[in-house]
């Protein structure tokens, strides 16, 4: 089902901003601080990629920690996805409201 203010089908379960919930810029806030250090273990990841030089005499290693190393980016890029359309769909929620509040 479409979500209503998104206009598309979430991957993902999105919070459902009410009256007795989190405030909508407080859940804002928080996901975005999640994708920033999300963004930072990212860069942190990159860095830690595996070096052929560290597995010398272990034949195959190198190419089998690479392949390991790329799924962890890969875990990355998945939730990096899934908090962006997380945070896209507070942020349509809080446009949302912001419209309804101001007189055409
Ligand atoms: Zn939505």
Do not use: W
Not at 9 to 16: G, K, Y
Not at 39 to 47: G, N
């Amino acid at each position: 089902m479409n979500c209503p203010f998104c206009e598309v089908e979430h991957a993902v379960t999105v919070p459902q901003i009410n009256l007795n919930g989190t405030h909508p810029q407080d859940l804002r806030e928080e996901v975005l601080r999640a994708l920033e250090a999300v963004r930072d273990a990212e860069k942190a990841l990159l860095d830690a990629c595996p070096n052929g030089r560290d597995y010398q005499g272990l034949s195959g290693a190198a190419a089998i920690a690479l392949s390991q190393h790329s799924h962890r980016l890969d875990a990355i890029e998945r939730i990096k996805r899934e908090l962006d359309e997380i945070l896209g769909h507070i942020q349509a929620v809080i446009d949302h409201r912001e419209a309804q509040r101001t007189p055409a």
